[in-house]
């Protein structure tokens, strides 16, 4: 087992995170910095690859390499553009409301090239921002716990009063970070927030800062990541 | 004269606008979403030139482009590259001393090509961590302030207690946004607190959180920033 990691099959029985104001909750400018932390993080990856690609494309004597090289360039220049375009949705500070289709679109992003499927279903033609941001981060976290492969399973609908959304991650071997599911709560990380759950937090401080709440609970297979807004 | 932007021979009779602490500071999230926001829209300027010539070198029937299409997009994804190591430092969490070289040779970065010069000078050979970054940030904005040319004065210095770092940023057409101002001094935007602005209250927002404080002045020719920090 994976320190820091949940095995679902072997943490079944942990209890529901649910929601706690944080005692210690880092100071603003330190969950900007953690944020931009990540964000950075997550560009020097696919920007490693454009530079190897172009670095062969450059060099004469690896002529025979160029196809390939640029191959590699653009795969990784497409996967970092997408991944920013994801990001300032989710980072957006707009407060339009956004439609159900945009959102299903942004979401099925997360799954190209993935293992695990998408199960959609949105019983409202459009929610407020920053629902719809919760509803991008929950899938994005979903995703990135079933590597191995399973169903990210997305409902939102109305509830009285106001919505609630729930994203559920199953498969086989799912693996999501206690951290996570701290950073979801609110609840202080023992080593400090760093860049890794930036984003988790950031989704708790968002959506509890428009009097929104969420709930984490973790199931046999997998977790059920939930969020309710007022109407 | 640009609207929001100080003018400096225009504007020198402005009060200085010191430290003020905000009666209603951004939420957490709000903070580290415009920084975020700021961070995506640095990325994307450098990305589209990566893409458009990693697209003409796609492109057999622009052979002829090929040469310059790899240049573009060689030298655009190294400015990426420069520019997100310089923010990883800015934005980094590490609590260790930075030691002066490597502040100088960051700093000497951002005056690469361009007009404006740096004009350095540092008694300490190392300072705090936070202290390190203020003055990366003091520089950056120093050096976008003169697009037109001009010279940036850095000077660090031990004071009784702590230490005190300055840059002054002077040119004949200096150009400087007030909510630049606004951001150092950790006072509420009119309009909210938006992407451009953030890295400017980021920075108020970490020096404050370290017991250290940032204070600016506005002369006929250009601005000085300024911020002491405890021993």
Redo the contacts between chains.
């Keep these: 087992m994976d320190i820091g990691v949940v095995v679902f099959a072997q943490a079944a029985n942990q209890a529901s995170l649910g929601v706690a104001m944080p005692s210690d909750?880092?100071?603003?400018?330190?969950?900007?910095?953690?944020?931009?932390?990540r964000?950075?993080h997550d560009?020097?990856g696919p920007?490693s690859g454009?530079?190897s690609g172009?670095d062969l494309?450059?060099d004469p004597t690896a002529r025979d390499l160029h196809v390939d090289a640029?191959a590699l360039?653009?795969a990784s220049?497409?996967t970092?553009?997408e991944d920013?375009a994801f990001?300032?949705v989710l980072?957006?500070?707009g407060a339009a409301p956004m439609d159900a289709a945009s959102l299903e679109g942004l979401a099925r992003g997360q799954f190209v090239g993935g293992r695990a499927t998408l199960d959609w279903s949105m019983d409202l033609a459009t929610v407020s921002a920053t629902a719809g941001r919760t509803l991008l981060g929950f899938v994005r976290l979903a995703a990135a716990a079933l590597a191995a492969g399973g169903v990210v399973k997305v409902n939102a609908r109305a509830a009285s009063p106001g919505m609630v959304l729930s994203v559920e991650a199953t498969g086989p071997r799912a693996r999501f970070f206690v951290e996570t599911l701290t950073g979801l709560a609110g609840a202080p990380f023992s080593e400090?927030l760093?860049?890794k759950w930036?984003p988790a937090y950031?989704l708790w401080?968002?959506a509890t800062?428009s009097g929104g709440t969420i709930s984490t609970k973790v199931s046999e297979t997998g977790v059920v990541l939930e969020a309710r807004f007022p109407g």
Tied chains: 1, 2.
């Design positions: 909750a880092p100071q603003p400018a330190a969950l900007a910095a953690a944020l931009a932390g964000l950075i560009v020097m920007l454009v530079i172009l494309l450059g640029l360039a653009t220049a497409r970092l553009c920013m990001s300032r980072y957006g500070a400090g760093i860049g930036a950031q401080a968002a800062s």
